[in-house]
């Protein structure tokens, strides 16, 4: 590609333009696709396209990549910056395991933004991937790696994954002065269950522990594994009420699991902190650990917040 071309593409303003591997992680933004989005094009790579779709729109652009070499054209809608609901004229163009997308906003109707921005909300929970695939692009860059930054039995981000996640998250928070925060979890007596019935019952319980927190976490949000039976979950743009609110519903539905391999019912402990003006990630997790071990002696299946340095039982 000629220079000048290239240039013009990477800085307009009016065209949007984003270049993703066959699992939608994105490698490519311009800036027009970053403006779109409310944020500056590195902040975009390494994320997935399937974070600014409704799951309709994700289904649809994933069966065609999958599917379709060349080109194509299509009209996505898109949540952009402030929850916006944006409709953009798309082509898509498919070529080996690249798509790359060129777009421009077209405008909404007021019935029509709410009835997207109402779409958008009933079916982020059910957008996230299921299955982690093994292989992404490394962000700017076009060669593939392999990271193996998933953990192989419950399908969850490792703690080299989380890392990452977190530092970015961090510096994101840092530049824009958005809240940051972090729910860990830690089920209750699984030694007792593997002592008990086995390894292969708290190996269930773990997996559908798993299965659990991403079909009730939303696509933008990292569930992650940190320990042997500890799972974090990282929520951008959530603070502490907000985390506390989701730590609460998944500590019901946790007593609430049923896990056929394991007769018996388990419960788990969590501890929530949000990021603090000048904190680093390890001391935001160090915070949420205490947190959560104040749940355990509290008598455990209860959620505790970090405030201040103390821990509190949720609001």
């Known amino acids: 590609m000629e220079p000048a071309l290239a240039d013009f593409i990477e800085e ?16 490519f933004a311009n800036t027009a696709a970053a403006a779109l989005f409310g944020v500056v094009e590195s902040e975009l790579l390494g994320r997935t396209l399937w974070e600014f779709l409704p799951h309709a729109d994700a289904a649809a652009l994933r069966s065609g990549s999958r599917e379709r070499q060349g080109s194509r054209r299509l009209r996505l809608n898109v949540v952009g910056a402030d929850h916006r609901p944006i409709t953009l004229d798309c082509v898509v163009r498919t070529h080996g395991d690249t798509v790359v997308l060129v777009g421009e906003p077209s405008s909404l109707d007021p019935a ?13 929970a059910l957008a996230r991937q299921q299955a982690r695939p ?12 392999d990271p193996a930054q998933w953990d192989p039995l419950t399908g969850a981000a490792n703690r080299s994954r989380l890392d990452s996640v977190l530092h970015r998250e961090t510096e994101y928070q840092r530049a824009h002065g958005t809240p940051l925060t972090v729910v860990l979890l830690d ?7 593997n002592d008990t019935y086995g390894e292969a019952a ?18 933008h949000e990292l569930v992650a594994r940190y320990g042997g039976e500890e799972f974090v ?3 951008p743009g959530a603070g502490l009420r907000q985390g506390a609110g989701l730590a609460e519903r998944l500590r019901i539905k946790v007593a609430d699991m049923e896990v056929e391999a394991c007769p018996v019912s388990v419960t788990a402990s969590f501890g929530v902190a949000s990021m603090q003006q000048g904190e680093s990630p390890e001391s935001l997790l160090g915070r949420a650990d205490v947190a959560m071990q104040t749940a355990k002696r509290k008598g455990r299946n209860r959620v505790e917040c970090a405030l201040d340095g103390d821990c509190q039982p949720i609001p």
Request: proline share 1%; with cysteine.
């Open 233 to 235: 979950v990282v929520l």
């Open 187 to 193: 089920v209750d007596h699984l030694k007792a269950v």
């Open 134 to 145: 093994g292989a992404h692009f490394r962000p700017g860059r076009s060669e593939w790696h």
């Open 12 to 27: 307009c303003r009016t065209i949007c333009c984003l270049a993703a591997n066959e699992h939608g992680v994105i490698a």
């Open 202 to 219: 708290g190996d269930a319980v773990l997996v559908e522990l798993g299965r659990l927190l991403h079909h009730d976490t939303r696509s």
């Open 112 to 124: 029509q933004a709410t009835q997207l921005l109402q779409l958008h909300h009933e079916m982020e």
